[in-house]
């Protein structure tokens, strides 16, 4: 038996959780100057409704495994939510790539249906079936790696008021429970969010509604980076940490 809640509440919606492969160049392309890509060239997208503030925040992430200073882990590229309260603050505080979008996702009966929009674009559908109940397996840990940095308020190029640097977003989770998908994941083209251009699809791994247990999480301010060799980062899409200029593209 799953997790059990009164109609209606917001709290303990299971992740839906999305994995496949891509081609390593193309994740290392995407990475900055001192985080390397990790053993598998793997893209990882967790899609959510989670309870922030009192009310329900709709979001999707997309992470890419990566290695700092051979720690084996996740860098994220983009988390898109849909309240824009909780996306400067986090920018600011921890330098999570941090902006507004549309997330879509539901349950109705075995059908799992979830759809990704940014800008007017929507760039991700996913339509799927819960096949089985899955092991919970052991308890687990996890590194997710975001970036901090300032550029100098007088505008001189690879000038910093806060260098780059790599911030360690460490976990431990348990698993509640969690289903099998059987579906389909597709990408569609995006100037905004280009996951479908610069991270293409070469094999779907796995899909899975997944309820954690939250057991431990940790923040920490790493290793200062290359503020040359970060520069072209510097510049972004919609928040994000994928290449752009100035904010990325006009409509």
């Known amino acids: 038996m799953g997790p059990q809640t009164n109609p209606g509440e917001i ?9 496949y492969r891509t081609d390593a160049d193309k994740i290392a392309a995407l990475l900055p100057a001192g985080i390397e890509p990790g053993d598998n060239p793997n893209v990882y997208i967790t899609i959510y409704n989670f309870p922030v503030g009192g009310e329900p925040e709709y979001g999707y992430v997309v992470n890419v495994e990566a290695k700092y200073q051979g720690i084996a882990g996740e860098f994220t590229l983009a988390i898109g939510i849909d309240q824009e309260n909780a996306v400067h603050i986090s920018q600011e505080r921890w330098g999570q790539p941090k902006f507004v979008a549309e997330t879509q996702y539901y349950r109705l009966g075995n059908m799992v249906k979830a759809k990704l929009s940014h800008q007017g674009y929507t760039f991700l559908e996913f ?11 052991d308890e687990f840990e996890q590194n997710e790696w975001w970036i901090k940095s300032s550029r100098a308020v007088d505008g001189t190029p690879e000038k910093y008021d806060f260098p780059p640097h790599v911030v360690r977003v460490y976990s431990k989770y348990g698993t509640q429970y969690q289903e099998g998908l059987a579906g389909e994941l597709k990408l569609m083209d995006s100037p905004w969010d280009p996951i479908a251009n610069l991270l293409p699809m070469r094999e779907q791994l796995s899909a899975k509604l997944w309820s954690p247990i939250f057991l431990d999480r940790r923040i920490t301010l790493e290793g200062e980076l290359d503020g040359q060799a970060f520069w072209p980062h510097a510049d972004t899409i919609g928040g994000s940490r994928w290449p752009g200029t100035d904010g990325g593209p006009k409509k």
Not at 11 to 19: E, G, R, S, Y
Not at 127 to 137: A, H, I, M, Q, S
């Open 11 to 19: 709290c303990q919606w299971p992740m839906l959780k999305i994995a």
């Open 127 to 137: 339509t799927g079936e819960v096949t089985d109940v899955l092991p919970n397996g």
